[in-house]
């Protein structure tokens, strides 16, 4: 258990495994789009709201916004009861609208592809701007959420405390030719099988390969 964890075979595992599990939200969205600024609205959506919420209030809002100039036309109270009931729908509103308002007036409505600028807008984190990144532009970026973080850590493969930690070590550590799928591959592993509290251990397809790091119960 001392050893150091095969990383590269447990993501090639869950690649060829990851076709039974459903397919991140915003990682759908992006397929079919191909539109950063979609990407961006999205991940917004859907901090804290459920895959089926977000889906429905992406696909309301993008009848009304499908570039930022089309904020102009419509009013915050709109979006607002566009992509009702996903969590805290009027503070995003509010941000959905000063983002365009904001890519419209410095950016000539065009979402940046740089993380550093992507986090000056208002509502954005590091996970939305690494998502816009590796989803919108096929850039390489670490995205990490509280999948990747619990994983990461339960794999043994680091050791950090929360998911801004965990970005910075998998940064440094884990190949860049998989920081794009990292992301897609364990949010879909994470939601279907690796689950935070007693986890399908034994259907798991990198069981062995696992150090199962603070795993008291599985299934």
Same mark, same amino acid.
């Not at 709109?78 to 904001?102: D, L, M, T």
């Not at 990292?182 to 259907?203: A, E, H, K, M």
């Given at each position: 258990?001392?050893?150091?964890?095969?990383?590269?075979?447990? =993501?090639?595992?869950?690649?060829?495994?990851?076709?039974?599990?459903?397919?991140?939200?915003?990682?759908?969205?992006?397929?079919?789009?191909?539109?950063?600024? /979609?990407?961006?609205?999205?991940?917004?959506?859907?901090?804290?709201?459920?895959?089926?919420?977000?889906?429905?209030?992406?696909?309301?809002?993008? /009848?009304?916004?499908?570039?930022?100039?089309?904020?102009?036309?419509?009013?915050?109270?709109?979006?607002?009861?566009?992509?009702?009931?996903?969590?805290?729908?009027?503070?995003?509103?509010?941000?959905?609208?000063?983002?365009?308002?904001?890519?419209?007036? /410095?950016?000539?409505?065009?979402?940046?592809?740089? =993380?550093?600028?992507?986090?000056?807008?208002?509502?954005?984190?590091?996970?939305?701007?690494?998502?816009?990144?590796?989803?919108?532009?096929?850039?390489?970026?670490?995205?990490?959420?509280?999948?990747?973080?619990? =994983?990461?850590? +339960?794999?043994?493969?680091?050791?950090?405390?929360?998911?801004?930690?965990?970005?910075?070590?998998?940064?440094? /550590?884990?190949?860049?030719?998989?920081?794009?799928?990292?992301?897609?591959?364990?949010?879909?592993?994470?939601?279907?099988?690796?689950?935070?509290?007693?986890?399908?251990?034994?259907?798991?397809?990198?069981?062995?390969?696992?150090? +199962?790091?603070?795993?008291?119960?599985?299934?």
């Amino acid at each position: 258990m001392g050893e150091e964890i095969n990383i590269n075979l447990i =993501i090639e595992r869950l690649k060829k495994e990851s076709k039974k599990w459903n397919m991140p939200v915003v990682t759908l969205i992006a397929l079919q789009s191909k539109d950063p600024f /979609k990407v961006l609205l999205s991940t917004i959506i859907s901090l804290r709201t459920k895959d089926e919420v977000t889906i429905e209030a992406s696909k309301r809002l993008f /009848k009304l916004l499908t570039k930022p100039n089309d904020i102009c036309n419509i009013t915050t109270l709109e979006v607002e009861n566009a992509i009702y009931p996903c969590g805290f729908y009027k503070r995003k509103a509010i941000q959905i609208s000063e983002i365009c308002y904001k890519l419209i007036e /410095k950016f000539n409505s065009i979402v940046p592809d740089d =993380i550093d600028t992507l986090l000056t807008f208002n509502g954005v984190g590091r996970k939305t701007a690494n998502l816009v990144l590796s989803e919108g532009y096929d850039i390489p970026a670490m995205c990490v959420d509280v999948h990747v973080h619990r =994983i990461s850590n +339960r794999f043994g493969y680091i050791k950090t405390k929360n998911p801004n930690d965990s970005e910075f070590k998998l940064r440094k /550590k884990l190949p860049k030719k998989y920081w794009n799928d990292y992301n897609t591959l364990l949010v879909g592993f994470g939601q279907s099988i690796c689950r935070p509290v007693s986890p399908y251990c034994s259907s798991c397809p990198v069981f062995k390969y696992c150090k +199962r790091v603070g795993v008291e119960k599985y299934r």
